[in-house]
């Protein structure tokens, strides 16, 4: 409370003045709706930064969801993350046309 009230007790051209730090202070250009508008070299950007923003969110919900890094079974047997994913897929491309049906059934198994 203190800190506030000198905080408005400044009165000083710098700050309210011709050229002063609240005049100069106003919203961006292209940040409110109008001026969006406005601007349309902006739209584009907008719109490749969102995709993208989208983009690395799906990709880091799919990494939490279907990776083997992330355990959201809580169980007492530390293989049963691994041994969910045999015979499953969880790359994301598989350019090579690997048949995971049959992956990781013949490793050893240890109990």
């Known amino acids: 409370m203190f800190i506030s009230r000198i905080v408005r007790s ?5 700050m309210y003045g011709p050229g002063g730090r609240f005049a100069n202070n106003r919203r961006m250009q292209g940040l409110t709706w109008q001026s969006f508008k406005h601007h349309k070299a902006l ?11 989208v983009g690395v969110l799906a990709y880091l919900v799919r990494l939490a969801v279907k ?4 355990n959201w079974v809580k169980n007492k047997d530390p293989a049963y993350p691994y041994n969910y994913y045999d015979g499953k897929q969880f790359k ?13 059934k013949e490793r050893p198994r240890f109990e």
């Open 10 to 14: 400044i009165d000083h051209p710098y």
């Open 43 to 53: 739209q584009p950007l907008f719109a490749v930064i969102g995709t993208g923003c």
């Open 67 to 70: 990776t083997t890094d992330v």
């Open 92 to 104: 994301l491309l598989n350019p090579a046309g690997v048949d995971y049906s049959q992956y990781g």
